[in-house]
T-cell receptor
């Protein structure tokens, strides 16, 4: 069964460094999302992406964040200058149609030291 | 309470019993989705119910939706130890352009063998 994959599974970085989190959505899906979950807290929406542009973004998704679909398969989240409070599990999700199921990847645990 | 709040926060039952989790939300929705998360792992999609649906079944899962009360319930019948996990509801609000999902805090279910 097709699934969303994410790499790396765990990323440790120093504060102020740039990180790129990678996702391969399910191949025929058209809608892509990033969410994050700080330890012990709710899953929070970051951004949705369709037709090579951002559809919606949350207040968390400030100028330090960017997303890109550099080719036909990858979907990336870049954090330009990481802060301690960016430490969280980051989930990528994809969906076939607007308003359909969103399927999540296994997540990347980001630890900012 | 915020959009997508589950109740109870924690539930402990014996194997073979049924587990019922409830979710309340505030705004009009396109759909409501239920997810399972094993400790520290990814989110597994369980079921989606649309705003014009009242009940859906999938295997041992039964989901109901009452839009007049802005609430949903997830029933797991004949529970197994492997059902031990956190369960989240997530709402796709009608007003959102990008299909962002708003997650609740989850119900931690423990099924004792």
């Amino acid at each position: 069964e097709p699934e969303v994959t994410q790499t790396p599974s765990h990323q440790v970085t120093q504060m102020g460094q740039e990180v790129i989190l990678r996702c391969v959505p399910i191949s025929n899906h058209l809608y892509f999302y990033w969410y994050r979950q700080i330890l012990g807290q709710k899953v929070e929406f970051l951004v949705s992406f369709y037709n090579n542009e951002i559809s919606e973004k949350s207040e968390i998704f400030d100028d330090q964040f960017s997303v890109e679909r550099p080719d036909g398969s990858n979907f990336t989240l870049k954090i330009r200058s990481t802060k301690l409070e960016d430490s969280a599990m980051y989930f990528c999700a994809s969906g076939l149609y607007r308003g359909n199921e969103q399927f999540f990847g296994p997540g990347t645990r980001l630890t900012v030291l | 309470s915020q959009q997508g709040e589950e109740d109870p926060q924690a539930l402990s039952i014996q194997e073979g019993e049924n587990a019922t989790m409830n979710c309340s939300y505030k705004t009009s929705i396109n759909n409501l989705q239920w997810y399972r998360q094993n400790s520290g792992r990814g989110l597994v999609h369980l079921i989606l119910i649309r705003s014009n649906e009242r009940e859906k079944h999938s295997g041992r899962l039964r989901v109901t939706l009452d839009t007049s009360k802005k609430s949903s319930s997830l029933l797991i019948t004949a529970s197994r130890a492997a059902d031990t996990a956190s369960y989240f509801c997530a709402t796709d609000a009608f007003e959102n352009a990008g299909n962002m999902l708003t997650f609740g805090g989850g119900t931690r279910l423990m099924v004792k063998p």
